[in-house]
């Protein structure tokens, strides 16, 4: 993905309510320690190509779909990082390492099931702030990206968007021109 692809057409905060978590692919990945960024593997260490580190701590992180709906449509979102956390309550990585040591006979490339913290959260009604960028709506997949999830009755929030913790785990684009937060109808 180039970076202009990744150039944010606009911020939104919608209510809706979660229909499925998508299983069948991996819910998390293996991101650097430090800004969360999908490391990749060298040849004896996973690197970090953002930090330009060669031999990273790996953490796992959220990396899940969820369906979700509303009185007029639905919709594909993506839970990235610590948007993960403030639905399930838990952590990827605690997760994952619970899930391997009770499953200590399979190896490290076994699909990790979507974890029932995940699947708990089907059919509650949330406040989700959505990114919605040009590689939104271009791609193969139109997802949404999930950059912070809130209870409906909180009340607007009155962070900077652009330095959310969701925003550490963006897939590209160093310089991301954000807007304020703008209000519209989920899907």
Request: net charge negative; aromatic share 6%.
């Amino acid at each position: 993905m180039k970076q202009a692809d990744a150039k944010v057409v606009a911020w939104f905060e919608c209510i809706a309510t979660i229909g499925d978590v998508v299983h069948g692919s991996g819910w998390y990945y293996i991101g650097c320690g430090g800004c969360h960024t999908k490391a990749t593997k060298g040849p004896t260490t996973l690197m970090c190509k953002k930090c330009g580190k060669s031999d990273i701590v790996g953490v796992a992180q959220y990396l899940a779909k969820i369906s979700v709906y509303d009185n007029n449509d639905q919709a594909v979102f993506v839970l990235l990082g610590d948007s993960g956390h403030e639905l399930s309550g838990k952590k990827a990585s605690e997760l994952v390492e619970s899930y391997f040591e009770a499953n200590e006979d399979e190896g490290s490339d076994h699909l990790v099931p979507v974890p029932q913290a995940l699947i708990d959260t089907i059919g509650q009604t949330r406040k989700f702030i959505v990114k919605v960028s040009t590689h939104n709506l271009t791609g193969k997949t139109q997802t949404l990206t999930v950059t912070k999830v809130l209870t409906p009755e909180d009340p607007d929030i009155g962070v900077n968007l652009e330095e959310s913790d969701g925003e550490r785990v963006k897939r590209a684009a160093e310089n991301i021109e954000g807007e304020e937060p703008k209000r519209a109808k989920c899907g």
